[in-house]
């Protein structure tokens, strides 16, 4: 049955992306960003073909703008 | 229906509707530069991440030569789909970045600054100098050049241009652009089925024949590239 499940199944275990980390706090950011639905989708298709350096600059966009929002959330809430 | 962020409605009721758009403008204007450098449309950077994700798109824009030699079959599909792929990802850019992203198949606009004049190096114009096609052109007057407008008539002008002349009629409207670039596309398919399919004698100089013809008459190119098959 091991036998099986390692030679047949190969694609059940699941291999760690070295960046998902960062890919999850874009997609976070991303999720609460002002930009429009089709540009989100655009991002999420480009996501996985970009390196550690551009998601490095997207991650910090996301998050300054993200940052920007939730600072005027407060002032409007305090 | 546009999604919303969750911040808009609640910003919006708050009376913080410009504060909000403005946090907007500014953060779209940042990834614009980011999308562009990606997409290898306003840096020079740009087109080695386009050569490393796009690699057989780059080699497209000289189609146009390279079909003259002969390609083989896998080479010629791998040139679809990069097509198609790079379609589907113009599909999903939001308006503001469609100019940068078709500027970048005009290849003359380096600097992003709409004007294509320097179109002599694009390697657009390059294809379509060796395989010239017909656009129909359906322009709103106001999208068109204020000195060209004496030349038409009515709220909408209907031309049959050149594909160049018509881009550049309308100073690179990424419409046009994508609409010369899906003609193309199907040339391209056309000519690979038909020539792939085809028995080993008709395979020679069935390109140089499409060129030929092509330059005739766009119109009716299915049915004389069969009557080719039939003799």
Known sequence: ?78 | MEEKSIFAEVLERAGKGKEMNDIKEKAEGKRMDLAGRLLGTLQEAGKSYASRNFPTLMKYWHIGEKLLGKQDEEELHSYENEVEFYSAVIGFLPDFMLKPATNFLLYGDRDGDGDITGGESSPLKAVLDKWPIPVRLNLRQSRIPEEERGNVRGLFAYQKLDAWEAIELTKGDPDVILDVMRILHQDFVTVSRLAYNGEEPVLDGVFETFMNISKEAYSGIGGRVFDLFKK
């Not at chain 1, 049955?1 to 980390?21: D, F, G, R, S």
């Not at chain 1, 551009?54 to 600072?71: A, F, G, P, Q």
């Open chain 1, 1 to 78: 049955m091991i036998y099986l499940k390692n030679n047949y199944y190969p694609m059940t275990t699941a291999t760690q992306h070295p960046n998902k980390e960062l890919v999850t706090s874009i997609l976070k950011n991303l999720s609460l960003s002002t930009m429009s639905g089709k540009e989100k989708t655009m991002w999420m298709m480009m996501i996985p073909g970009m390196d550690e350096t551009e998601l490095n600059s997207l991650n910090d966009l996301l998050k300054e703008e993200v940052s920007e929002l939730t600072d005027l959330y407060l002032s409007v809430q305090s």
